[in-house]
Nanobody, 124 residues
Framework: QVPLTESGGGLVQVGDSLRLSCVAS????????MAWFRQAPGKEREFVAA????????YYSDSVKGRFTISRENVKNSMYLHMDNLKPEDTAVYYC?????????????????WGQGTQVTVSS
């Protein structure tokens, strides 16, 4: 497995923005599809966004489309999630994930490595 470390979570107000970062401890970061998931208390882990190896193709869940932007910098072994217009329902632990598969996937079971998570709390 590839170690992943998230950062950037915190407590924000409704309508605020936040950027999450994920750093992978690997020399082959550019070969992996990456994604962000989130899990709210009492709920299952859900897909948020994914990005292909080169960063040229992205995919979002309907709940975040138009508000969140996923990106990556392969030279820094890093992936980001820029979140705008945050809502209380965005409150969750956010996880970055890596898959060995060669196409975009949205199911948690398709991902092979996970970070420890970073808490995002949106207060109204």
């Amino acid at each position: 497995q590839v170690p992943l470390t998230e950062s950037g979570g915190g407590l924000v107000q409704v309508g605020d923005s936040l950027r999450l970062s994920c750093v992978a401890s690997t020399d082959t970061f550019s070969v992996y599809f990456m994604a962000w998931f989130r899990q709210a208390p009492g709920k299952e882990r859900e897909f948020v966004a994914a990005i292909n190896r080169s960063g040229t193709s992205t995919y979002y869940s309907d709940s975040v489309k138009g508000r969140f932007t996923i990106s990556r910098e392969n030279v820094k072994n890093s992936m980001y999630l820029h979140m705008d217009n945050l809502k209380p329902e965005d409150t969750a632990v956010y996880y970055c994930a890596l898959t060995y598969r060669s196409t975009l996937h949205t199911a948690p079971a398709d991902y092979n490595s996970w970070g420890q998570g970073t808490q995002v709390t949106v207060s109204s």
